[in-house]
């Protein structure tokens, strides 16, 4: 993170395409509320379907496929962006609880306080994890194989 007199910049990194997931930088100016914040994750990820947004709380859910839905919960704590945001996953068919959990952990770590850019990080998280991760509608799919027989 760079300082200088009239604004802050940040570099983080960006997926570049679903396809090759190769990072790269780019610099921007950063929010500075959460409705800010709330509206640059909207710009930078349209797939991902916010249901509800206000300065408590944000619902919203990512699909790749039918069966690979996630849909969560941002909660911000009254100290943020000095402190984490905390994410609550939907425990449904898609999501089981184990998984449940370490996405919450992981989508969560290491978040850099006192910036209003956690939305869209955890964002990011949440779309390379459902893209990249080709088991996530396996046993629900296999499931409704098994159903049929």
Not at 14 to 41: F, G, R
Not at 80 to 108: M, Q, S, T
Request: charged share 25%; aromatic share 10%.
């Amino acid at each position: 993170i760079k300082k200088s007199s009239t604004t802050t910049h940040i570099k983080y990194l960006v997926l570049q395409s679903i396809q090759s997931p190769q990072p790269s930088t780019i610099t921007m100016e950063l929010p500075n509320s959460i409705d800010e914040e709330i509206q640059d994750a909207k710009e930078s990820f349209p797939q991902i379907k916010i249901l509800t947004a206000t300065n408590s709380f944000l619902s919203g859910s990512y699909e790749r496929t039918l069966y690979t839905r996630v849909k969560f919960t941002l909660t911000f704590p009254p100290e943020y962006p000095d402190r984490a945001l905390i994410v609550d996953v939907a425990n449904d068919n898609v999501v089981p609880p184990g998984l449940k959990k370490k996405l919450e952990k992981d989508f969560v770590q290491d978040l850099p306080l006192s910036h209003y850019q956690q939305v869209t990080l955890v964002f990011m998280r949440l779309v390379r994890f459902v893209d990249n991760n080709k088991f996530l509608p396996c046993w629900r799919e296999l499931k409704q194989r098994v159903n049929l027989v």
